[in-house]
């Protein structure tokens, strides 16, 4: 099946070091931001994630029930998990998939589904979330 992108939300980040996992480096970053979801302007969303770097090279991480999105008519939360890489440029690139729970009438297609994200931060911290269904 094609994937069919659903919105993309813009989110000014902040990362902060967490202790370590047996020796390897964790982080934590939370973000802000607004953007479209369903064609509906996302008033603010927010997120808070945690990853950690794995001996191959490569970041895991979770953001567990700890994002909303606020639209006119109510509010999504969602949990995500992905993996990631750091970039040349001082960034990260993401994938992985997200899950919606939402009363707002203006969202309530996304109850139920998995959605896939592509999070790529650039070196100043801004982060582009796309958001795409497969379903």
């Known amino acids: 099946m094609p994937l069919k992108k659903i919105g993309t939300i813009k989110y000014s980040t902040t990362p902060r070091a967490l202790p370590s996992a047996d020796g390897s480096p964790r982080i ?3 973000g802000i931001g607004g953007g479209n979801l369903l064609g509906i302007e996302v008033l603010q969303s927010m997120t808070t994630f945690q990853a950690v770097l794995k001996p191959e090279g490569h970041w895991q991480g979770e953001c567990p029930d700890s994002g909303v999105v606020f639209v006119a008519d109510g509010f999504a939360t969602f949990s995500a998990t992905g993996v990631g890489v750091d970039t040349e440029d001082g ?3 993401w994938k992985g998939s997200s899950y919606f729970q939402t009363s707002a009438p203006s969202l309530s297609e996304l ?7 592509y999070w790529n931060v650039d070196s100043e911290g801004t982060a582009t979330w796309e958001l795409h ?3």
């Open 28 to 30: 934590e970053v939370s």
């Open 91 to 93: 960034g990260s690139a």
């Open 111 to 117: 109850n139920g589904k998995c959605i896939v994200f």
């Open 133 to 135: 269904d497969f379903s």
